[in-house]
């Protein structure tokens, strides 16, 4: 039996299957979304959100530009302004499902790719946060699904999809750079290089050429401090260890790891075919420079729904030729596993529980969820501090903050507090400047003792800056004290050309 299904033979979709496992999906995370607080990371999105540019010094404008438009319709809700990483995700789910039915895959690979999409680690932390990586997934998904399409029906105007995506994806999140290279190199190393003479080819290249522009050109106006704060940030995650075990996590975090067989056997038949090789170097080769350039673990997350399809699809057909016991107990060990370990990755990265031992087990091994917590305790504490001064001092006085999810925490929560807006040295923070007057006094926050001495005359400590339950985060931990200080000693011009900070 042909472990390629005849690419003129789709079967038909199973729309309600799909679209029953992306909607559990979707209203498991719309449930829980507003047990905790905002993410560091989400901060800062709200934040620049306020200030809409062609770009901005940590990722390009589509996030931040998504987030303005959540502000619009819902407001500072948890659960609305994650509304859309969790239909990002769904859309996934439905797109992997799809992409079996692409490879002739039946009702239960359809169904299969779908769930283990929903039941793995990345996909469901891409639904509990509002993050670039949450629709960076989508764009590498959608590029898989637009060849895959070009690749069966032979449609070259599908290279028109696939441009879109990856112009979008460019807007997104620059690290789609590398799923691009494996997708040059499976045109060059393919058959598809025939595509190179297709005017359809060009233009999917022009249409994301296009997409891409206007953050093309902000990054030419800033003198790419992109390209900076990216290696700056990558300087710190191998410092840090933050790059390591990149291999394992591809087994256990970027899928569910009961489906490793599935995606292997997935990454194995695309290199053995000869319609569809190109899916396998645009996996390789992604994977390899990634794992060469000491990338994390889960910049690569994105390029498995096909491996999956691929895997099902292929499965499915070796199933049916087995024996009818074999067909009954091999599916239901399967699925008892792919829950069991989906179910154990939920436990840590779903916010289920808002006290008791299932949330002490989710703070402990997530760290991502303890840094939701304690925002609202700052801001209430610096509004503290700013209450005890005169009134006259009240007025002069501003808030210079450490970090980027200090900042957005004062701008976004400290409104209700009618806080100055935060004095922010950190990403396109820094761009912005200082404010004009500068303020006489200033409450620092995210700065350690001797930092604030060698910097600002006269400081004293005022604060703390913590949270009422207790958890051990980075600001509990790294920024615990909060101080009352004079201006800088060098002048606000110097200091701020001398301080401009990436996080």
């Known amino acids: 039996m042909s472990s390629i299904a005849d690419p003129q033979r789709v079967p038909r979709a199973h729309w309600l299957d799909l679209l029953a496992v992306a909607g559990a999906a979707a209203v498991l995370h719309m449930a829980t979304n507003g047990r905790y607080g905002f993410h560091r990371d989400e901060l800062q999105f709200l934040m620049d959100a306020r200030h809409l540019d062609w770009g901005f010094v940590a990722f390009p404008p589509f996030t931040p530009l998504v987030e303005r438009i959540s502000m619009g319709l819902f407001g500072l809700s948890l659960i609305g302004l994650r509304t859309f990483s969790v239909l990002a995700q769904a859309f996934v789910i439905v797109l992997a499902g799809l992409m079996a039915r692409e490879l002739g895959g039946q009702r239960m690979a359809q169904f299969t790719t779908a769930l283990v999409v929903a039941l793995s680690p990345v996909p469901i932390f891409e639904a509990t946060e509002f993050q670039y990586s ?5 764009w590498w998904v959608l590029i898989a699904f637009c060849v895959l399409r070009l690749l069966r029906t032979g449609d070259l105007r599908w290279w028109l999809g696939v441009g879109a995506a990856v112009g979008l994806g460019l807007e997104t999140k620059y690290s789609i750079l590398f799923y691009v290279a494996g997708l040059l190199c499976g045109v060059l190393l393919t058959g598809a290089r025939r595509h190179l003479s297709s005017v359809w080819f060009w233009a999917g290249v022009g249409l994301a ?7 093309l050109l902000w990054l030419v106006r800033h003198d790419f401090v992109s390209y900076r704060f990216l290696q700056h940030i990558h300087q710190r995650d191998v410092g840090e260890g933050r790059a390591a075990g990149f291999l394992t996590g591809q087994f256990w975090l970027c899928v569910n790891l009961f489906a490793a067989p599935v995606w292997i056997a997935g990454l194995v038949a695309f290199a053995r075919s000869a319609r569809y090789r190109m899916l396998a170097w645009m996996y390789l080769v992604s994977m390899g420079l990634f794992w060469l350039g000491k990338g994390r673990f889960y910049y690569e997350a994105a390029a498995y729904p096909p491996l999956l399809a691929m895997g099902t699809a292929v499965g499915e057909r070796w199933l049916a030729g087995l024996p009818r016991r074999v067909r009954i107990v091999a ?17 840590i990265l779903v916010p289920f529980a808002t006290a008791g031992t299932l949330k002490q087990f989710a703070l402990h091994n997530n760290g991502d969820m303890r840094e939701e917590i304690g925002w609202h305790d700052l801001v209430r504490e610096v509004a503290r501090i700013r209450n005890t001064l005169p009134p006259d001092q009240q007025q002069r006085v501003g808030v210079l903050v450490g970090n980027y999810g200090e900042a957005g925490a004062i701008e ?8 100055p807006p935060p004095i922010s040295m950190t990403n396109s ?3 912005r400047g200082y404010p004009m007057p500068p303020p006489s006094m200033l409450i620092v926050v995210g700065f350690d003792k001797d930092e604030v001495s060698q910097a600002f005359s006269g400081c004293r400590l005022v604060g703390h800056n913590g949270n009422r339950e207790g958890v051990r985060n980075e600001e509990s931990l790294a920024h615990p004290d ?3 200080c004079g201006p800088p000693r060098q002048g606000w011009p110097t200091f701020w050309h001398k301080n401009q900070r990436f996080g």
């Open 134 to 138: 949450s629709f960076d997934v989508l």
């Open 412 to 419: 976004i929560l400290g409104s209700t507090y009618r806080l």
């Open 209 to 215: 050429i296009l997409l891409f522009a206007p953050n």
């Open 331 to 347: 599916p239901t060990v399967f699925f008892a596993g792919l829950v069991a370990c989906g179910a154990y990755m939920m436990a």
């Open 482 to 484: 909060i101080f009352l």
């Open 429 to 431: 923070a820094w761009l």
